[in-house]
């Protein structure tokens, strides 16, 4: 087990069971005499409840969940499946690029991560300004050079077609049962739909489903168009904050940097290459089975690894029959993120090309003074590896015929295990049949995550959310409990 921090302190909730029996006075001095005697240890069967919470997931959520427990006195103790914290944020490094092969960018409309940027005194890097768009239409060897003086107010005429109605799906992107009706009215629609409806063509509709898909990492006729709606109302309702909130800020160090912060003032213990296989309720506590064979206690857990991979946990008792069926239904989505070196200078740009190639979108991530480090998306992992130069070269071509490939790599969320998918972004149809099963508890076993909660969910700021409000459910169940 590879322990991030020893907890130091009892459990808040064996400390306020122990004050509740015995008076104060003798509840605090069993409190010191536990702290300085007993440390959460790996526990079996036949042992009682070793934490408060077991938390799965090291992700934004499972860490702001043991950050807000930790504080307010519980013992927690964390275990990940992978080999780093994170989740679908991945911090690496790329010989002098500092990259991010997951969750990257936040902005000041994200409330819940901009608190924790203003907590922690995160610094913050500009995104390189789009100097040159390219646009590559199907049919199309190669790109052509867009002309921004006239597609980019065509593009803001066509979002605001668009997205006419965002405010009224969505006039309270963080309250859905205001509108509720609103978004069952329109859940059956695609985002394709929606392009054809407003009769999108050309080199504007190109620009925009290069934008969506890589938002929202799944074809055009699955792109939900109410979830297409939230993106933008939470964004302002316009296209510069569309742009500006998807790709413009992000961490200086890293959303690692951010990650380790938050874990320290968690005071957890952390187990890294633990998969967890089995959650068991029993006798008043929580029994989570390992891969390896352990098996460890708690009052309580807190489950918050995606969605796709919930059928990866047996639960007793077994999950109720609805969210059984959207576990085996799943999120469609899938993809990609690459990072590609090409030689020299070649500007800021953005390239965009039809859903159908292996990056779609393209654009300037970073640079030094010998090369450009583009980053791009797409959803075909079946066919394309990010981390293939010769791969890289055939994309890169389209949209800059000319420029040399140094190296490329990335990461196929699709492929990893432990994520099966990009961050989760409902289907067509699946939210207002999803309405109320997750973010829930019935018991001692809460799920949640940045796929199930209100406002920017699948972002990093809905990942945050998800985590207070996990904790806080779990600080109500186990204080009406005493």
């Given at each position: 087990?590879?322990?991030?921090e ?8 064996a ?11 003798a ?9 300085q005697s ?21 992700g ?6 043991a ?18 914290i994170?989740g ?13 092969m997951?969750g ?16 922690y005194g ?13 646009a ?9 050079d867009?002309d921004?003086?006239?597609?980019l ?13 965002a405010s ?6 963080y ?5 509720w ?7 059956q ?21 290069a934008q969506m898909?890589?938002?929202a ?12 709606a939230?993106?933008?109302a ?13 790709s ?8 690692k940097?951010?990650?380790d912060?938050?874990?320290?003032d ?20 929580v ?32 999950l109720p ?21 090409v ?14 190639i ?24 079946e ?22 490939v140094l ?18 972004v409902?289907?067509?149809?699946q ?9 829930t508890h ?6 949640t ?8 969910r ?25």
């Open positions: 087990m590879n322990d991030r020893d907890v130091k302190k009892p459990g808040r909730r400390a306020l069971k122990a004050i509740g029996a015995a008076g104060l006075g509840g605090l001095a069993a409190s010191c005499t536990t702290a007993a440390e959460p240890v790996k526990q079996t069967d036949a042992t009682p409840n070793g934490y408060d919470v077991i938390i799965v997931g090291a934004f959520t499972g860490i702001t969940a950050r807000d427990l930790g504080q307010q006195g519980y013992s927690v103790l964390i275990l990940e499946a992978q080999n780093r994170g679908r944020t991945f911090s690496s490094e790329l010989d002098s690029h500092k990259v991010e997951g990257t960018w936040v902005h000041w409309f994200q409330p819940h991560i901009w608190s924790e940027i203003t907590r995160a610094e913050l890097k500009e995104m390189p300004a789009a100097e040159r768009f390219l590559l239409n199907a049919g199309n060897e190669t790109a052509t867009v921004l003086a006239t597609y107010p065509q593009m803001g005429a066509t979002y605001a077609q668009i997205f006419a109605d009224l799906i969505w006039p309270r992107p309250d859905q049962d205001f509108s009706d609103q978004i069952v009215a329109h859940d629609i695609t985002f394709k739909d929606r392009l054809d409806e407003v009769g999108a063509t050309g080199i504007v509709r190109t620009m925009i489903e898909l890589s938002v990492q799944q074809p055009m006729d699955e792109i939900s168009y109410v979830e297409a939230r993106f933008y939470l964004s302002g309702g316009t296209l510069n904050g569309f742009f500006d909130v998807m413009r800020y992000k961490f200086a160090d890293g959303t940097g951010l990650l912060s938050m874990l320290k968690a005071g957890a213990k952390l187990s890294l290459s633990t998969v967890v296989t089995d959650i068991r309720e029993a006798d008043g506590g029994s989570v089975l390992t891969e390896d064979g352990a098996t460890y206690e708690a009052e309580t857990a807190i489950v918050t690894v995606p969605f796709n991979t919930l059928g990866m946990v047996q639960f007793d008792p077994p029959p609805k969210m059984q069926g959207f576990v085996d239904e799943g999120m469609g989505t899938r993809g990609y993120k690459t990072f590609v070196e030689e020299g200078d070649v500007g800021n740009i953005v390239g965009m090309g039809p859903e159908d292996m990056l779609p979108m393209l654009f300037t991530y970073d640079k030094t003074p010998t090369s450009t480090l583009l980053v791009g998306f797409g959803t075909k992992f066919d394309y590896d990010p981390n293939d130069r010769a791969a890289a070269q055939e994309c890169i071509s389209y949209y800059l015929p000319d420029v040399k190296q490329a790599y990335g990461y196929s969320w699709s492929l990893d295990p432990f994520a099966q998918g990009f961050h989760g409902y289907r067509t149809g939210l207002s049949r999803i309405k109320d099963t997750f973010n019935e018991g001692r076993v809460l799920i995550g940045a796929d199930h909660v209100e406002g920017w699948s972002f990093i700021d809905g990942a945050v959310a998800a985590g207070s409000i996990a904790a806080r459910h779990v600080d109500q169940l186990l204080t009406e409990a005493l």
